[in-house]
């Protein structure tokens, strides 16, 4: 059960980690954030050295079992182009990174549960409203927001990076 996991984690005072094995990858096509953090998480649990662009593709070709790259260039038109689903995001994360057992929950971790899991090197991926982030990195009470609609990363405060979280995958 989520709730008992998370419970059992131990308590931190503060948060230190950088989270710079975590890429900040911007997304091909407009509705590729869920392709985005997917191959960014496997990235981060496997070590790829694939770019980010090419963990994407992957990501496509895990979820949709097609190619929706020609090499480098991505299509972002019809079924190749929508966005991912509960169940493929999932599916992707369980594929990409087999050695971590993912879990959801419907709701955001309280600030010590966040801290428990970062410190221990977990990223976190956020549900907003029709969008994915994740969050990769703590330090004096800030979290590294890592959103491939941004033009980089943002250190951002708890309530700030709690604000319209609605889903919770780590």
Same mark, same amino acid.
């Given at each position: 059960?989520h709730?008992?996991?998370?419970n059992?984690?131990?308590?931190?005072?503060?948060?230190?980690?950088?989270?710079?094995?975590y890429?900040?990858?911007?997304?091909?096509?407009p509705?590729?954030c869920?392709?985005?953090?997917?191959?960014?998480?496997?990235?981060?649990?496997?070590?790829h050295?694939?770019?980010?662009?090419?963990?994407q593709?992957?990501?496509?070709?895990?979820?949709?079992?097609?190619t929706?790259?020609?090499?480098?260039?991505?299509?972002c038109?019809?079924?190749?182009? =929508?966005?991912?689903s509960?169940s493929?995001?999932? !599916?992707? *994360?369980? #594929?990409?990174? $087999? %050695?971590?057992?993912? =879990?959801?929950?419907s709701?955001?971790?309280?600030? !010590?549960? *966040?801290? #428990?899991?970062? $410190? %221990?090197?977990?990223?976190v991926?956020?549900?907003?409203?029709?969008?994915?982030?994740?969050?990769?990195?703590?330090?004096?009470?800030?979290?590294?927001?890592?959103?491939?609609?941004?033009?980089?990363?943002?250190?951002?405060?708890?309530?700030?990076i709690?604000?319209?979280?609605?889903?919770?995958?780590y």
């Amino acid at each position: 059960d989520h709730e008992e996991y998370i419970n059992s984690l131990p308590a931190f005072n503060g948060c230190s980690w950088s989270g710079s094995a975590y890429p900040w990858c911007k997304q091909y096509c407009p509705m590729w954030c869920w392709a985005t953090v997917t191959g960014s998480m496997g990235h981060y649990y496997k070590g790829h050295t694939g770019s980010c662009i090419e963990n994407q593709c992957n990501a496509l070709i895990a979820a949709r079992h097609m190619t929706c790259c020609s090499g480098t260039r991505p299509n972002c038109q019809g079924t190749c182009g =929508r966005a991912g689903s509960m169940s493929e995001i999932m !599916s992707v *994360l369980r #594929s990409a990174a $087999s %050695k971590h057992s993912f =879990r959801q929950s419907s709701s955001y971790p309280s600030q !010590s549960q *966040l801290d #428990s899991l970062l $410190s %221990k090197g977990t990223p976190v991926a956020r549900l907003i409203n029709g969008h994915i982030t994740a969050v990769a990195g703590c330090r004096n009470g800030q979290y590294r927001l890592v959103d491939s609609c941004a033009s980089g990363d943002r250190w951002m405060s708890y309530s700030q990076i709690t604000r319209g979280w609605i889903k919770t995958i780590y």
